[in-house]
């Protein structure tokens, strides 16, 4: 799912939303186990989207409403009303959120599908987009993180026909200057991809989700999980965010 990159530099935890009730899951850690906080924010047909939204260091809640095109943003993991409530993009677009400055503040996006090109904002307001990135082909999924641990957010795709993710270095056109597979067994039709600062080293790794099960790497290299765990139910939707900011 898309808006599931933490910015590099504090551990990265794990959680769930379910659709069906509107319900953020929060876990503390990236083991198997139950969530510490649980949140009701949103409603029918939203799209979760995680991110230092006010820049305190603390990863908190927010959706995407496809029937208004906005983000709506809350600045702390608890029930209430949004905080920032934000129109961009337009029908049939992919949120993304990530950090694309630097500046320590999660900022919004979409990704265009029909064109494959990421339209970026550097601010939580309405207005244009501030950068405009071709990358990938018709199929593609957007993930996005701080991949080389320089504190900016650059784009990616997951190509779900061959389980690979391409990463770029930069929010520039260009050729993929990582390109990686994680083993897992399966059906690929039923994982989620995912990115995080798992070991918490500073720059963002990827990782997998089938089923209720997280498998994580810690480098961006192919290979099989360094970290497999137990969260979610089958139908939720996978998280990643460091909600104890620590």
Do not use: C
């Amino acid at each position: 799912m898309p808006g599931l990159a933490q910015p590099a530099g504090k551990g990265t935890k794990i959680g769930a939303y379910d659709p069906s009730t509107s319900v953020f899951f929060l876990h503390y850690s990236t083991s198997s186990g139950i969530a510490e906080t649980i949140v009701t924010f949103g409603g029918t047909g939203d799209v979760p989207v995680v991110g230092d939204w006010d820049g305190d260091g603390t990863t908190t809640i927010g959706t995407y409403k496809h029937a208004s095109s906005s983000f709506y943003l809350r600045n702390s993991n608890t029930i209430g009303d949004s905080d920032l409530i934000v129109p961009f993009g337009a029908p049939g677009d992919v949120p993304v959120v990530g950090d694309w400055d630097g500046n320590g503040t999660t900022t919004i996006g979409v990704y265009k599908p029909g064109t494959s090109t990421f339209h970026l904002r550097n601010s939580n307001t309405p207005g244009n987009s501030d950068l405009v990135v071709a990358f990938g082909a018709p199929g593609d999924e957007p993930i996005v993180g701080d991949w080389d641990g320089d504190r900016t957010t650059t784009i990616g795709v997951f190509k779900r026909a061959n389980s690979t993710f391409h990463l770029r270095n930069s929010n520039a056109p260009g050729d993929s200057d990582i390109i990686i597979r994680i083993a897992v067994e399966g059906d690929a039709s039923q994982i989620l991809p995912l990115a995080g600062d798992w070991d918490g080293n500073g720059s963002t790794s990827v990782g997998l989700w089938r089923g209720g099960i997280f498998y994580l790497r810690n480098s961006n290299t192919s290979g099989s999980a360094e970290i497999t765990a137990k969260f979610g139910l089958p139908y939720q939707v996978p998280l990643a965010g460091n909600w104890d900011g620590k």
